[in-house]
């Protein structure tokens, strides 16, 4: 029998007792935060049909799959991200859960991705998200759950960075990009600070758009001297410090940084998710 040399696949890690006490602590850390704002755990397979996850009809996300036909004709795939999961929960049990629906989940994914530097074929996420309510109070609180975990794990000094599609979509309609294209739009934008506006550009030409609808979106999705997309400061930063800290929210308003109450009043609407991810 041939001797078989003892290692992982690139993309992949172990995590051996001395770092795995100090990943335990900042998930059992986390765990407590999230409960404390009333959010309750959600587990759900690593492996699920296929099609659950092809429904995004997204070709990049195509492309991350780890898919394959089990011994039963099955067609199946690993998960690679928590919340296609998290929307199959809120639409199979919809008549057994009480909305609004605050749950959080941490646990591993995988990305058949390229392997290099910072992206790896299997890792964990961590999402909160409240699910059925339209209020904008909801937004808040996942600033707030955000903002405490950070702090109970020890950050000084932070900043919360938020997007909103919305914006993003008024950009587009600006910029002259048909509603149809707008999906591409999401997608290019979001590689502006990891691959540079160029790249994007030529996302955005492969999508459809007009060199200058693309050259008049870049302009405006970069900030001044060139910096990471406005996607920084669409929706507010939250800024920790010392003395501790505050939310500053569109138009310049301060709110604090507590608890931020949902309650029936904001109505059960499945259809809406307020998310973050640490």
């Not at 060199?211 to 001297?225: D, F, K, S, T």
Request: hydrophobic share 40%.
């Amino acid at each position: 029998m041939p001797k078989i040399e003892p290692r992982i696949l690139k993309g992949t890690r172990d995590f051996l007792p001395r770092i795995m006490i100090l990943r335990q602590h900042v998930m059992d850390t986390l765990r407590r935060t999230f409960e404390q704002f009333g959010f309750e755990p959600l587990e759900t397979p690593a492996i699920e049909y296929a099609e659950t996850f092809e429904g995004k009809s997204d070709a990049e996300v195509d492309k991350l799959l780890y898919r394959f036909t089990d011994h039963g004709g099955r067609r199946v795939a690993l998960r690679y991200e928590l919340n296609v999961a998290l929307a199959r929960v809120a639409a199979q049990y919809q008549n057994e859960m009480v909305f609004p629906f605050k749950r959080y989940q941490m646990g591993p994914v995988w990305r058949a991705d390229k392997p290099q530097k910072g992206r790896y074929r299997e890792f964990w996420q961590c999402d909160v998200d409240i699910v059925g309510s339209a209020s904008m109070l909801a937004d808040a609180e996942v600033l707030a759950v955000v903002y405490t975990a950070l702090r109970n794990l020890g950050f000084e000094r932070f900043t919360i960075r938020l997007n909103d599609r919305k914006i993003l979509s008024g950009l587009g309609i600006v910029a002259g990009v048909p509603p149809d294209r707008t999906a591409g739009l999401y997608r290019a934008i979001d590689k502006l600070e990891r691959d540079g506006a160029e790249q994007v550009r030529k996302l955005l030409l492969e999508e459809g758009l007009s060199a200058e609808m693309a050259g008049r979106l870049l302009g405006m999705v970069q900030m001044p001297g060139g910096g990471p997309p406005l996607c920084r400061c669409s929706g507010g930063i939250g800024r920790g410090g010392r003395n501790g800290g505050t939310l500053v929210l569109p138009g310049g308003a301060g709110g604090s940084g507590r608890l931020l109450p949902l309650g029936p009043e904001h109505g059960p609407r499945p259809g809406l998710l307020h998310r973050s991810d640490l």
